[in-house]
């Protein structure tokens, strides 16, 4: 029978307050998108999200999709929730989220208040659970108004299926359309989840200045560029990496001379800073106040000790930032 770490809140300074709201986040959050589907090992994923929670991690990030094959990681999660976690769901964030294909036909993706909502309770039955604490719109449509989007992310709310309302892959005009929308019917934007890291940078300025403004958190997902920003293919692609084994996210021609000689003086630098390459990128994110917390994927339990070290250490120098912004170049 698992319990968790009594130690697991001994560090205040883990968590940070999500824009203007409540909420606080921890500074590193799990996220379900690789490793806990189907065809994983259920052993592994159970001692990854153990682990991560006995580490003061809270936060379990997932979406309708997350597998393979596609829900295969709400129910993993679910059975975690049933067999391990389930004392503690009030000490839990749990979030989902519903944008991209799940099912066939014209209600199966993007932003109608018919999948939205429709997708919700599907989570919901997977993982067994009344509510989550955060719904997202995955990605803005072209399509749908943007009212019937976030009219359906107010509607969960208000359900009680739903804590809070977030977004995730909106531009910042979009994010401040949402936020206002949201504003009005009386559930505001807790929070936006863009790709974010050393080696995608596209959420600076603009995007990060609009959610300070409207007081919106953010959690950023890639903080390692997909394994990119880790020692990991240093030495050629392993077998059982995610360049290795499942090309749809990282294909080995991504990992190129020029990309490889830029992470290895990164990697350098980090460990001149008693840090691993990993610790470092993680560290450089939340370097923004703006930035509640860092999504991580783990494929093995070490990864996620690894990942809550960056914490002990988030502080750069002028000449640091300036010297990493010279490798970058």
């Known amino acids: 029978m698992y319990s968790p770490s009594a130690t697991r809140y001994d560090s ?130 072209p399509d749908t108004p943007l009212e019937e989007t976030m009219g359906a992310l107010a509607q969960a709310v208000r359900s009680g ?18 936020a206002k929308i949201l504003r009005e019917l009386g559930t505001p934007c807790l929070i936006h989840q863009p790709r974010y ?31 990119l920003l880790t020692d990991r293919y240093f030495k050629g692609i392993p077998a059982d990496s995610r360049a290795g084994h499942d090309t749809r996210f990282l294909r080995p021609a991504d990992i190129t001379e020029a990309v490889l000689a830029k992470t290895k003086k990164l990697n350098d630098f980090a460990q001149a800073r008693g840090q691993s390459l990993a610790q470092m990128a993680l560290a450089w994110v939340l370097r923004h106040k703006t930035v509640t917390s860092a999504l991580i994927g783990a494929s093995r339990v070490s990864q996620v000790d690894d990942c809550v070290g960056a914490t002990r250490n988030l502080n750069f120098t002028g000449e640091e930032l300036a010297r990493i912004e010279k490798i970058l170049a």
């Open 161 to 178: 299926k739903a804590l809070y309302a977030g977004i995730s892959n909106y531009q910042p005009a979009e994010t401040a359309s949402a």
């Open 197 to 227: 890291s050393m080696l995608d940078r596209w959420i600076e300025p603009q995007l990060l200045a609009t959610l300070e403004q409207e007081g919106i958190g953010s959690i950023v997902f890639s903080p390692l560029a997909k394994g």
């Open 12 to 141: 205040p300074q883990f968590y940070r307050r999500c824009g203007r709201s409540g909420v606080q986040l921890p500074l590193i959050s799990l996220g379900l998108w690789h490793n806990f589907g189907a065809k994983d090992s259920l052993d592994n994923a159970r001692a990854i999200a153990c682990r991560a929670f006995d580490l003061g991690i809270t936060h379990f990030d997932l979406a309708n999709n997350y597998g393979p094959p596609d829900g295969s990681a709400e129910e993993t999660f679910g059975r975690i929730l049933r067999d391990d976690l389930a004392q503690w769901r009030d000490e839990l964030i749990i979030s989902t989220k519903a944008g991209y294909y799940m099912w066939p036909g014209p209600y199966g993706e993007w932003g109608s208040r018919k999948y939205l909502l429709s997708s919700l309770d599907q989570s919901l039955r997977r993982m067994g659970l009344e509510y989550v604490d955060i719904f997202y719109s995955h990605r803005p449509d």
